[in-house]
Structures are given as structure tokens and as C-alpha cells.
């Protein structure tokens, strides 16, 4: 992946991370302003991924954004949150991490 792919796709996955956060803000969408910051962060996301798929493999773009989603989401959980991360958590992120890297060396 080019570095531009790169600061696209931690973009992409940061405005999808963020908009999660809002979307739980939100309660189920019943609060009105999370829950639009939620849908124009996801929409933010969804043109940022775009523009990184013109430059990159979908693949490997799109399984990288949604390994640094799920990371950003446990990170992010349990800063603002205050969800556990467990053994079970971290191992799983070491997984998306290992994963991620098996596909970039395949490409």
C-alpha cells in the first residue's frame, strides 16, 4: 500500500470508529445529534474508503481498514467507554494485526 492508502484508510477507520462511538452515544438513535454525527461520520468513512480503494488492492485495503477499525473500537472502548479488555480482547487484535500482515506480504 502507497502512504497516501495508508492515512486514507487510518481516515476511514477513524470516522467509522468515531462513528460508532456516536452511534452508542445515540442510544439506538433516539438522541437526534449523536445519532446524525454517527450516519455523517460513517458516511465520512465510506468516501474515505473509496478513495483508498481507487489506489489500492480491495483486499488488502478493505480487510486493513477493518482490522484498524476493530483495534481503534477496543482502544476507543475502553478510553471512553470503559469496556474491559481482556486476554481474549488483545489476543484477538494480535490476530487481526498477524492477519493483516499475511495479506500485505501476499500481495
Request: charged share 5%; glycine share 12%.
Amino acid at each position: 500500500m502507497r502512504f497516501s492508502s495508508l492515512l486514507l484508510s487510518l481516515a476511514a477507520a477513524l470516522c467509522y470508529v468515531m462513528g460508532g462511538g456516536f452511534m452508542k452515544l445515540s442510544n439506538g438513535f433516539v438522541k437526534v445529534a449523536p445519532g446524525a454525527a454517527a450516519v455523517g461520520l460513517f458516511a465520512v468513512g465510506a468516501i474515505l474508503q473509496t478513495f483508498t480503494m481507487k489506489q489500492a488492492d480491495l483486499g488488502v485495503a478493505y480487510v486493513f481498514i477493518l482490522g484498524l477499525e476493530a483495534v481503534l473500537a477496543v482502544v476507543i472502548g475502553s478510553i471512553f467507554f470503559n469496556e474491559s479488555v481482556s486476554a481474549a480482547k488483545l489476543s484477538g487484535v494480535a490476530l487481526i494485526i498477524v492477519g493483516f500482515a499475511f495479506l500485505h506480504v501476499g500481495s
